[in-house]
């Protein structure tokens, strides 16, 4: 006697959703047996010259979008450079300030360097060449 | 503005002597220049105003810039001029369907040797200034009076540039009569002092020329003697000057001649030295003298 098992019913676990179904090759269905292999053929492989322009045209786009967007984020982290650089330097002078203020206060010596004298164009700097001349 | 000239760092050669003649006309133009007057040194050819112009520069230790009179000069040769251009191109197409193009072209300023030292404080060495015509040589006018160089609008980097306070001009001249040589302005020769420079003395002459060729002092004193006495024997006394003296010794001592008497090779050195500046009615007796001269110096 047949079993009467119910061994053909077949649940969730046999049936593969759409995304078990992307990324593998295409399940090849019986309508899809009998079609010819032009009809077959899927929007992913697509064979004509002005759809190929498209394609490539967006590439581009796309390439020169991420490239805008890798050079505004190194703007930023160089602007953030440039921030940090001012903000330390400016908590050095704060201490500098607080340091004479205190020096002013309680007459006691602190000793800082002198700002650096102004240097005078050298005739290196200047780009000017040279030539000796012996009279 | 991306081409500028080159400048001379001037040095003191082996061969340059210091009497105190020189010395005392040294002592005197750095005075000059130093009260804030350029100095002019007129002289005839060959009596060193190009060397003591450049011992004269070499006093303030700043770096030189030598000119040179010429009568094609203008005065775009003096401050520079605009030389070549650069263009640019700009083809924006970035959204696809706006199309931009942008396109420039500017010329580039060259600035000449007087615009260098004006700016950087350099010596002016003008070498023979006279030989450049007198329109060529206006824009030094403002430059010595009012420490100002006028410069075209075409230059970018401002018109009016303030004359550097260590700048200093430094001339050279021959006298009008000379050949080539231009009448120079009033209104410059009035802004300068001019020395007059002549024929050494002769223990100067003797010194440059021994310095110069190797030779000993005495053959050198010989040949300083016989080109004197034929400078006497001329109606125009200018010449031959102390080139001449150096020529006959460097050519002796090339040869290896000894200036004695009798010595043909000697004789006809000086002949062909000193000879072609004299003019034909008086060639008889410089030749005559030049032989006595060479008996009497044996």
Same mark, same amino acid.
Request: charged fraction near 25%; charge should be neutral.
């Given at each position: 006697?047949?079993?009467?098992?119910?061994?053909?019913?077949?649940?969730?676990?046999?049936?593969?959703?759409?995304?078990?179904?992307?990324?593998?090759? @295409?399940?090849?269905?019986?309508?899809?047996?009998?079609?010819?292999?032009?009809?077959?053929?899927?929007?992913?492989?697509?064979?004509?010259?002005?759809?190929?322009?498209?394609?490539?045209?967006?590439?581009?786009?796309?390439?020169?979008?991420?490239?805008?967007?890798?050079?505004?984020?190194?703007?930023?982290?160089?602007?953030?450079?440039?921030?940090?650089?001012?903000?330390? @330097?400016?908590?050095?002078?704060?201490?500098? @300030?607080?340091?004479?203020?205190?020096? @002013?206060?309680?007459?006691?010596?602190?000793?800082?360097?002198?700002?650096?004298?102004?240097?005078?164009?050298?005739?290196?700097?200047?780009?000017?060449?040279?030539?000796?001349?012996?009279? | 503005?991306?081409?500028?000239?080159?400048?001379?760092?001037? #040095?003191?050669?082996?061969?340059?002597?210091?009497?105190?003649?020189?010395?005392?006309?040294?002592? +005197?133009?750095?005075?000059?220049?130093?009260?804030?007057?350029?100095?002019?040194?007129? *002289?005839?050819?060959?009596?060193?105003?190009?060397?003591?112009?450049?011992?004269?520069?070499?006093?303030?230790?700043?770096?030189?810039?030598?000119?040179? *009179?010429?009568?094609?000069?203008?005065?775009?040769?003096?401050?520079?001029?605009?030389?070549?251009?650069?263009?640019?191109?700009? +083809?924006?197409?970035?959204?696809? =369907?706006?199309?931009?193009?942008?396109?420039?072209?500017?010329?580039?300023?060259?600035?000449? #040797?007087?615009?260098?030292?004006?700016?950087?404080?350099?010596?002016?060495? $003008?070498?023979?200034?006279?030989?450049?015509?007198?329109?060529?040589?206006?824009?030094?006018?403002?430059?010595?009076?009012?420490?100002?160089?006028?410069?075209?609008?075409? +230059?970018?980097?401002?018109?009016?540039?303030?004359?550097?306070?260590?700048?200093?001009?430094?001339?050279? =001249?021959?006298?009008?009569? $000379?050949?080539?040589?231009?009448?120079?302005?009033?209104?410059?020769?009035?802004?300068?002092?001019?020395?007059?420079?002549?024929?050494?003395?002769?223990?100067?002459?003797?010194?440059?020329?021994?310095?110069? =060729?190797?030779? =000993?002092?005495?053959?050198?004193? +010989?040949?300083?003697?016989?080109?004197?006495?034929?400078?006497?024997?001329?109606?125009?006394?200018?010449?031959?000057?102390?080139?001449?003296?150096?020529?006959?010794?460097?050519?002796?001592?090339?040869?290896?001649?000894?200036?004695?008497? *009798?010595?043909?090779?000697?004789?006809?050195?000086?002949?062909?030295?000193?000879?072609?500046?004299?003019?034909?009615?008086?060639?008889?007796?410089?030749?005559?003298?030049?032989?006595?001269?060479?008996?009497?110096?044996?």
């Amino acid at each position: 006697m047949e079993s009467e098992a119910l061994t053909k019913i077949r649940t969730m676990r046999q049936i593969k959703s759409s995304l078990d179904v992307a990324g593998r090759p @295409r399940v090849k269905t019986t309508n899809g047996l009998s079609k010819a292999p032009a009809q077959s053929e899927s929007a992913d492989h697509p064979k004509d010259g002005l759809t190929m322009q498209v394609l490539a045209k967006e590439k581009a786009r796309t390439a020169a979008y991420e490239n805008s967007v890798k050079k505004s984020r190194q703007r930023l982290l160089s602007s953030r450079d440039r921030l940090a650089a001012i903000i330390s @330097r400016n908590l050095a002078l704060t201490e500098l @300030r607080h340091d004479l203020q205190r020096s @002013r206060y309680q007459k006691v010596e602190v000793t800082c360097s002198p700002a650096p004298a102004a240097q005078k164009e050298t005739l290196a700097q200047s780009g000017l060449r040279q030539v000796d001349l012996e009279y | 503005m991306d081409q500028q000239s080159d400048i001379l760092v001037l #040095r003191e050669g082996d061969g340059f002597v210091e009497t105190p003649y020189i010395r005392e006309l040294t002592n +005197r133009a750095v005075s000059y220049i130093k009260a804030g007057f350029p100095v002019n040194l007129s *002289g005839p050819a060959g009596v060193g105003k190009t060397t003591l112009a450049l011992h004269i520069a070499a006093q303030f230790g700043r770096p030189a810039v030598l000119m040179c *009179g010429d009568y094609e000069h203008e005065t775009s040769d003096l401050i520079g001029g605009l030389n070549g251009y650069h263009r640019k191109f700009m +083809r924006d197409n970035f959204i696809r =369907s706006v199309l931009k193009t942008d396109e420039t072209m500017t010329q580039h300023w060259a600035d000449d #040797r007087l615009t260098t030292a004006c700016q950087h404080g350099f010596t002016l060495v $003008y070498d023979e200034f006279t030989r450049s015509r007198p329109e060529a040589n206006n824009v030094l006018l403002s430059v010595l009076e009012e420490r100002i160089l006028i410069l075209p609008e075409a +230059r970018q980097d401002g018109s009016y540039l303030k004359v550097h306070p260590d700048f200093r001009a430094i001339f050279t =001249s021959n006298p009008e009569e $000379y050949a080539g040589v231009q009448k120079s302005q009033d209104a410059l020769r009035d802004r300068m002092v001019t020395i007059e420079v002549g024929n050494f003395d002769e223990e100067t002459e003797i010194a440059i020329t021994h310095n110069k =060729s190797k030779l =000993s002092p005495e053959t050198c004193g +010989r040949v300083v003697s016989l080109v004197r006495r034929v400078r006497e024997a001329k109606s125009n006394k200018l010449t031959p000057t102390v080139r001449a003296c150096i020529m006959i010794s460097k050519i002796l001592n090339l040869t290896g001649e000894a200036a004695p008497a *009798g010595n043909d090779a000697f004789r006809q050195t000086c002949l062909d030295v000193l000879l072609p500046e004299v003019p034909n009615h008086e060639r008889g007796r410089v030749r005559q003298l030049i032989d006595d001269t060479i008996v009497s110096c044996s």
